[in-house]
């Protein structure tokens, strides 16, 4: 059973307007979440990263929230672009296993002109 | 110019055959990883290694080979016992202090 989940499956919304996308995750003992961005046909590249006593973290229009209590987390993109169009990955890790990480499936954003 | 370099891009397999995907990485990371992601699915744990000349199984190493006789490379082989092997592989190494994984631009592999 995949220990993070991310909703919607996909989203297409109009360029300019915002968007949110969800991951909640049961991985435990908790270490840090980060949000991963995958152009098609390439490699995922990290966005943001949230420790566990942090609630939000910027980068330029990309805003991640985590809310460590109900293990969940939200990305926010803020006046979407059409180079926004990709896969957002949410990504945990753990302190119990070194280096090794949950992905969940990703969310496919797609912003249309 | 610091990354993860994959090689080929793209890979076609016969039935049967084995074929090894390449990967390269500068940044001096200890530790490195391959990944097969395939649609509707997050990134599944082939193989990793965390040191020169030693590697472990991931979820999915069944089928699969490695090597790591140098820090900067980690080749893969996708043998003929891997029944299902087209997929997108993604290679990654790791800095482990910021729990950060660096990705390479991946090898998609179809079996003709």
């Known amino acids: 059973k995949n220990q993070v989940e991310q909703s919607p499956q996909s989203l297409i919304i109009l360029e300019g307007k915002n968007c949110t996308l969800q991951c909640n995750y049961t991985v435990s003992p908790f270490s840090n979440l980060r949000w991963y961005k995958q152009d098609t046909g390439r490699g995922p590249v990290s966005l943001t990263i949230m420790t566990f006593s942090e609630n939000t973290k910027s980068n330029g229009r990309y805003t991640a929230t985590l809310d460590a209590d109900t293990k969940q987390s939200s990305l926010h993109i803020t006046a979407s672009q059409l180079s926004d169009s990709a896969s957002y990955i949410c990504v945990v890790s753990t302190t119990d296993s070194w280096g090794k990480f949950q992905f969940g499936a990703g969310t496919q954003v797609v912003v249309t002109p | ?112």
């Open chain 2, 1 to 112: 110019d610091g990354g993860i370099t994959q090689s080929p891009k793209y890979l076609f397999r016969k039935e049967g055959q084995n074929v090894t995907l390449s990967c390269e990485q500068n940044l001096n990371h200890d530790a490195m990883y391959w990944y097969r992601q395939d649609p509707g699915q997050g990134l599944r744990l082939i193989y990793y290694s965390q040191i020169v000349n030693d590697f472990q199984k991931g979820d999915i190493a069944e089928g699969y080979s490695v090597s790591r006789e140098k820090k900067e490379s980690f080749p893969l082989t996708v043998t003929s016992a891997q029944k299902n092997p087209t997929a997108f592989y993604l290679c990654a190494s790791i800095r482990p202090e910021v729990a950060e994984a660096f990705f390479g631009q991946g090898t998609r592999l179809t079996v003709v």
